[in-house]
C-alpha cells in the first residue's frame, strides 16, 4: 500500500506539476495572444486612420484637380475672349483707319471744292464787277447822250419861246452831264444853258476865235490871249 500511495503520490504530483505547467503555458500564451492581438488592433487602427487620411487626400486631391480644371476652363474661355476682344478691336481699328482716310479724302476734297468754289465766286464777282462797270459806263454814256439831246431840246423850245421848259431841259442835261461826268462844255449842253441863263455876252474887241481866258485881281478883270502868254513868261 505504501508502495502504491507512494507511486499515485508521485503520479499525482507529476500530474500537479504538469497542470501548473500547462496553466503556465496557458496564461503565457494567452498573455502573448492578448499582446499580439492588441499590436494587430493598434496597427488595424493606424491603417484605419492611414487609409482615412488617404481617402481625405484623395477627395483632396479630386477637388484640387476639378479646381485645377475649372479654373483652366475659366482661362481658356478667358483666352478665346480676349481673342475675341482682339479681334474686335483690330476691327475696328481697321475699320477706324478706313474712316480716317475716307475723312481725309473728303477733306481734301472739300478743299479742292472750296478753291474752285472760291475761284468761281471769285471769276463771278470779276464777272459782276466788269458787268456793272460794263453797265454804269453804258449809263453814262446813255445819260451823257441824253443830257446833250436834252439840251438840243432845250435850245430848239428856247428858240420856240417856250423859255420854262427850255430852262427845265437845260437844267437837267446840265445834272445829267454833271452826274455821269461828261462834258460841260459840249456844245449843245453849254449852249442850252448860255441861252436859258440869259448870261451871254458878246465881245467885239476880238477877231477870230479866242482860245484862253484868264481872270485876274485887276481892275479890267480879262486879259487877252497874247497878253496872257506873255505874263506867264514874265
Known amino acids: 500500500m505504501n508502495k502504491t500511495g507512494k507511486i499515485i503520490s508521485a503520479i499525482a504530483i507529476i500530474a500537479v506539476i504538469l497542470l501548473g505547467h500547462h496553466v503556465y503555458l496557458v496564461n503565457t500564451t494567452r498573455d502573448e495572444l492578448v499582446e499580439k492581438n492588441q499590436e494587430l488592433q493598434d496597427k488595424l487602427d493606424e491603417l484605419t486612420k492611414e487609409e482615412k487620411r488617404s481617402v481625405v487626400m484623395q477627395s ?20 478665346e475672349e480676349a481673342i475675341a476682344q482682339t479681334k474686335v478691336a483690330e476691327e475696328m481699328r481697321r475699320k477706324a483707319e478706313i474712316e480716317r482716310q475716307n475723312a481725309l479724302v473728303a477733306e481734301q476734297r472739300a478743299v479742292e471744292a472750296s478753291e474752285v468754289a472760291r475761284s468761281q465766286q471769285k471769276i463771278a464777282e470779276e ?15 446813255t445819260y451823257i447822250s441824253l443830257a446833250r439831246t436834252l ?15 427850255a430852262d427845265l ?13 461828261g462834258d460841260i462844255y459840249a ?7 448860255a441861252m436859258t441863263s440869259q448870261s451871254k455876252n458878246v465881245w467885239h474887241k476880238h477877231k477870230g476865235i479866242i482860245t484862253d481866258v484868264a481872270f485876274s485881281d485887276e481892275k479890267s478883270g480879262t486879259y487877252e490871249a497874247h497878253q496872257l502868254r506873255e505874263r506867264q513868261t514874265e
Open 60 to 79: 483632396i486631391n479630386a477637388q484640387m484637380e476639378e479646381i485645377a480644371n475649372e479654373e483652366r476652363r475659366i482661362s481658356d474661355e478667358q483666352r
Open 127 to 141: 464777272q459782276r464787277s466788269q458787268a456793272e462797270q460794263s453797265k454804269r459806263i453804258a449809263d453814262t454814256l
Open 151 to 165: 439840251g438840243q431840246t432845250a435850245i430848239t423850245q428856247y428858240k420856240a419861246d417856250h423859255h420854262d421848259i
Open 169 to 181: 431841259l437845260a437844267h437837267t442835261a446840265c445834272l445829267f452831264t454833271d452826274r455821269y461826268r
Open 187 to 193: 456844245p449843245t449842253v453849254y449852249q442850252a444853258l
